[in-house]
């Protein structure tokens, strides 16, 4: 398999995550965001990914390349394509918390975060910085609500799920806008007990080739 | 099974296309997101799904009353729950790409047309129907890229999927946006071919017991 994606989407950083646990083997292809107006928005990129979003996955099907995006449906191929170890718990109200906790953070969050959406702002002469505040501290607080019922060492339990890796990337960008975390210690726990595991230390932004200082 | 939701949420919508289509009885309780401030935000919704937002779905499970949020979830949900008649289709590349459409819609476009995004735009002075409009056009154009590779009579081949379950509300907030159709040709066909299903009909926006004129 072949992800396209950028150090810093915290899209591309879930799916690096869920390949890591689920041990699959994958090469990286750096798409720069903001480099020459952005490499998503090329031609070439967008016949993989008609959204000019990061990541796609690529992969062999049944013989043909195929390539597949947004980082939800990815999360969910990788589970039906690699069952084992598995990222969803078996328990279904527990697999339905889990996928509502990782929504909370890719449909609820990470929308009002994305680089063309702050783009734009700027452009409208809106202070991006605290339209993202705003949205990551309200979903960040929805997030931790969930997580009560739910958690155990992790988000939901005590194996890492897919709540883990939209909130680990998500607590990186919250950082970036300096959100006080003091009001989410529970995720914050959470978060140093991924921190220990190799496949979510690999999956780092800071530690992939594209990342910048 | 109840459902909590508001008349033109388009992330309710899908959920009582879903419904209908498997032929699951429910109750659907209205939820007014603007009268007398917004009954999302609360106490007792905020308890059920402390995103405050809609749709919440209340379900009997191993003898306990569960609250599930967030559309997509919900959606898994009910493919989990009560598999068939499928909303997903069997083979492996195409569950993907449905998914893949559905997250075009519910991460790609709805967020941006929220209510409570639109609202906070409006505060900050910024013209919410240009912004709304953007997102949506660009949306559509990479929905219905991604669409000419897997349409037969809908989205993914000939029956409906999760694709049109998300497609049609947007469509109809395209309209209420006054977004020109013209070009999305192929979409409309679709959404042609879906109006003419029960559970299409049964679950639009103006056949709620909430709809307003």
Redesign the interface.
């Known amino acids: 398999m072949k992800l396209y994606g950028y150090w810093r989407s915290s899209a591309t950083w879930r799916v690096r995550i869920a390949l890591n646990f689920k041990d699959i083997p994958y090469e990286y292809i750096p798409v720069h965001l903001v480099r020459d107006g952005g490499e998503q928005l090329k031609d070439w990129y967008q016949t993989l990914n008609?959204?000019?979003?990061v990541p796609t996955l690529e992969v062999e099907?049944?013989g043909?390349t195929?390539h597949?995006?947004?980082s939800?449906?990815?999360l969910?191929?990788l589970e039906?394509?690699k069952a084992a170890p598995a990222m969803l718990p078996k328990d279904?109200?527990l697999?339905?918390?889990t996928?509502?906790l990782?929504?909370?953070v890719?449909?609820?969050i990470?929308?009002?975060q994305n680089l063309s959406?702050l783009n734009?702002l700027k452009a409208?002469k809106?202070d991006s910085n605290a339209w993202s505040r705003?949205w990551i501290s309200q979903?960040l607080?929805?997030f931790q609500?969930?997580v009560e019922e739910t958690a155990g060492t992790f988000s939901v339990g005590d194996s890492p799920t897919w709540a883990d890796a939209c909130l680990i990337p998500q607590l990186y960008n919250a950082r970036r806008f300096s959100i006080d975390l003091k009001p989410f210690e529970r995720l914050v726990e959470i978060e140093s007990v991924c921190a220990e595991l190799e496949c979510f230390k690999k999956a780092h932004a800071d530690a992939q080739p594209d990342a910048q200082p």
């Open positions: 008609p959204s000019q979003q099907l049944d043909s195929r597949l995006g947004q939800m449906a990815i969910e191929f039906e394509f279904l109200y697999r339905s918390r996928r509502q990782a929504e909370i890719n449909s609820g990470q929308p009002h959406v734009h409208l809106v705003k979903g607080v929805a609500t969930v």
